[in-house]
């Protein structure tokens, strides 16, 4: 059963990896390692590997846009912003998303 309640956690996650990018990245431009690690703060865990093809794909709808930034330790860093676009979809994922946290306190709220 704990192998069910896993999946759907991680189902979970998933679906609002893309909406928790954007809320990072609306507080200031980040680049991918950073944005990992507040994920990971808010155990939202994510490898680059999951996080990588989500940035990609938010650039590529004009989300999101980047830049090359040199670092004083290492190689340039690619930093991501979120654009007027972003900004904008980000307001809908907000409605969205508190209409659903009012419909489940609802339903909660029937026990």
Partial sequence: MATNSENSKVQMRRGVLEYCILLILSKGDEYASSIINEL?????????GTLYPLLIRQKNLGLLSYRWEESPQGPP???????????????????????????????????
């Avoid at 990971?40 to 680059?48: C, G, H, P, R, T």
């Avoid at 969205?96 to 419909?103: D, L, M, P, Q, R």
């Fill in 40 to 48: 990971k703060n808010a155990d939202m865990i994510v490898v680059e």
């Fill in 77 to 111: 860093r690619k930093y991501y912003s979120i654009t007027d676009k972003g900004r904008e979809y980000l307001a809908e994922l907000d409605s969205a998303w508190n209409e659903i946290v009012s419909s489940i306190d609802s339903i909660k709220g029937r026990d």
